[in-house]
């Protein structure tokens, strides 16, 4: 039997690990924290419970299809239902909108609250169909780096209709120019940020994601995100995959351009394969620090996504007005957003997305009271003094929500834990403590993201945010099941 090597227990790390165990490898997983998971994790708090990481959950059918294909049903393992409302959002002039998951009632809604008419939403929804349908076999589902993708036909169908996708003019432009309500721009402009990009130079391709909401819908998992999680180790056990915890892999060993296995604390441990489920920085300048002509510098000096900051808030109190998802948006977008790229600072006036998953699952918050994911977008770690940053921007979260939502909020905090882009990277190894790799702020992107394969090692294999196609639970999916295709 083949061994396969797994390092770090991800999201894409824990579906390679199931992928490859169903082909017949014996397959271990290192992992460095205790739990496995990384971004997708769990905190508890005095009596709360909170997804440390992702909340939004999109296109559950690439989990459900990790079961299936291990034979298994996936409602024994894992269940989920569709959110009828998105999530609610919030302007600093008073206006809120509901995101309806029905397009009909989504576009009526956008136009009673803003004055926007529906055509106008309805003709975007579609054009944003339409940019999903020509990429996702090129761009999502496939690898960019095998011929045999670009010999298909539905590729080559979709290269010719290219220019469709909209990708030399950025997001906001081309927002801008279907919408005339400044607030129905910056809902879509806040897609961009779906993937830690910013829309005043993302190409509009990125306008794809609001299909992905609005057309295959939103969801939440029974039992929180880390469900997902939870229900992918189970399944990769039974299938006899072997998870060591506590445990960092030092070092892919490498002979003559084959892979051999990695080390662990000075051990040597053999593997037919490797598969890093960390990101590609560390992986070529921790792990395979001793090949420098193997690394790509060219990808490795890709701009990194933003990052996050995020305060889990245990709340005294229930606020029927909010929902599993809201959004405060900023008064000033465009500033925001200069001051993440351009600044590598914090605006003083953040957008704040408060996820709730006690809405949906009761225990997570003591009676009477909620669990408060709170969470801004903030720049990659470049060494800004996060201490005080962190302290500034708490001051102003707490003003902004006091006051939308008429309550003193500081005084409800029964307690207080914080992640910031120091703590992103420690936790999981990220480079810089982006959360999704590398930015699509080009339109270059998404061909200068890692291959799944190594094209100079043989038996040495990638997966994860940080490489094709992308970050984000989806994605991560993704790049397990083109890596496991490939192999
Ligand atoms: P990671 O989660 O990055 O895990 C890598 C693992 O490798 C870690 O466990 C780490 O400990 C381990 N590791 C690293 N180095 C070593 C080593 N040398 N030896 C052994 N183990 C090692 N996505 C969504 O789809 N929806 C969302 O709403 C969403 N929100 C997010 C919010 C936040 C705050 C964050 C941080 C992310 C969010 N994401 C969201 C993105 C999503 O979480 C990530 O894209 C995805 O979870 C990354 O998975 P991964 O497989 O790349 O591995």
Redesign the pocket.
Known sequence: QKKAII?????????TAIRLAVKGYAVEV????SY??????AIDLKGYRFD???????MPQYIDELFVLAGKNPADYFRYQKLDTVCHYFYEDGTRIKAYADTQEFAAELNRTTGEPAENVLKYLANSADIYNITNHVFLERSLHRLQTFARWDTIRSIFRLPRIDAMRSMHKANAGYFKDERVIQFFDRYAT?NGSNPYQAPATLNVIPHLEHHFGAYFPEGG?YSITQSLVKLAKELGVNFRYH????EIVVVNKIVKGVR?NGEAMVADIVVS???IW??YK??LQKYPSLHPERILSQERSS??L?YYWGIKKAFPQLDLHNIFFSADYQAEFAHIWQQQDIYHDPTVYINISSKFETNDAPVGCENWFV?INVPANEGQDWDSLITDVRQNILRKLSKILGEDIGGLIACESI?DPRS?ES????YKGS???TSSNSQFAAFLRHANKSSKVSGLYF????VHPG??????LL?AKILSETI
């Open positions: 390092i770090g227990a991800g999201i894409a790390g824990i579906a290192i992992e460095a924290n496995p998971g990384g971004k997708l994790s440390a990481g992702p909340s939004l959950l999109t779906y995100m445990t960092r892999v030092n662990v489920n960390m990101d560390p992986t921790n792990l990052s996050a995020i969470m992640l992103i936790k999981t190894s990220s959360v999704y790799g997966c994860g945010g940080s970050g984000g639970i989806p994605l991560c790049s």
